[in-house]
């Protein structure tokens, strides 16, 4: 069986960020990021050795939600110039490798992630989805899983059950009811966890409630109808445009392994050059490019 490997690269740069201690070359350039990102990279290279594999960002252009709704994710704090010029370096380091990157103008990593999920999944893949993310929990299926690169947890339809009390198809009901404090989503004051799962068998979804709303409202007072489809719609995710993407679009090419171990030379990660050779001779002799 086919299977796409997808890594949201902004997601994961940025807790990665703020979970390592910070390093820097003798001359000061921070790399942390870039570490961590690259170790997590070569470990999935390692262990899976993906023929198909693409890492997404977000694009820096304002997105649909950010147009909406001026305070989505306003309670982050502005990106750390010492993270912003790693980025560039990041994806230098990716196109070395011969991993495909994917972002599109006006939208989030998550949304998409959430194209390729589809797309591939038409193509008759399985796709393993590498997030933090609890948003991205909502493409869970039986073709579909999502692992956190943080800690290594992987959810599939009956983890994000056992977890959260409801199906992957009813994630963004969840978090619209209780609220995502990452993204500064208000969620209805009252709504706890349980509590949205309750309401959520008793309602279904959100769809239903907002139908209902005057006796959801004798329940919960506090709810207000603009702010649950506001919430609602934030957390959904947005429909990306047609890409022209073909197979051969999201699997990997042949890397440049003299000009990525220079570069690593250059970032001074010692440990990462001792990887590298290793890794993709190992990838070259499975024939996958």
């Not at 000061?28 to 050795?49: C, D, N, Q, W």
């Not at 993906?50 to 306003?74: G, L, M, Q």
């Not at 309750?198 to 207000?224: C, M, S």
């Amino acid at each position: 069986m086919k299977v796409l490997y997808i890594l949201d690269g902004s997601a994961f740069i940025y807790r990665s960020f703020f979970a390592l201690p910070p390093l820097s070359t003798k001359s000061g350039f921070p790399t942390g990021a870039i570490y961590g990102f690259m170790r997590t990279v070569f470990s999935l290279l390692k262990t899976e050795k993906p023929k198909c594999f693409v890492v997404v960002f977000d694009h820096p252009s304002p997105t649909t939600r950010a147009k909406i709704y001026s305070a989505y994710k306003s309670k982050r704090p502005p990106m750390p110039d010492p993270l912003k010029v790693q980025i560039p370096i990041i994806k230098e380091l990716l196109k070395l490798m011969g991993i495909p990157i994917l972002e599109v103008e006006g939208y989030e990593a998550d949304d998409i992630i959430g194209y390729l999920v589809k797309k591939a999944v038409d193509m008759g893949f399985l796709v393993k989805v590498y997030s933090p993310d609890k948003d991205i929990l909502q493409l869970v299926s039986d073709k579909v899983s999502v692992i956190n690169p943080m800690n290594g947890e992987v959810f599939t339809k009956k983890s994000v059950m056992e977890k959260f009390g409801v199906p992957p198809e009813l994630i963004p009901d969840y978090l619209a009811l209780v609220g995502d404090k990452v993204d500064n989503i208000e969620g209805i004051k009252g709504i706890g966890k349980k509590t949205a799962v309750k309401v959520l068998e008793k309602y279904g979804n959100v769809e239903n409630i907002l139908r209902n709303f005057e006796e959801f409202k004798t329940v919960f007072p506090q709810a207000d109808k603009e702010k649950l489809e506001l919430s609602y719609s934030l957390v959904k995710l947005q429909l990306v445009p047609e890409l022209d993407l073909k197979e051969s679009d999201m699997c990997m090419k042949e890397p440049d392994v003299e000009k990525l171990k220079e570069k690593l030379t250059e970032l001074e990660m010692k440990s990462l050059l001792k990887d590298a050779d290793v890794i993709f001779r190992s990838i070259s002799q499975k024939g996958l490019f």
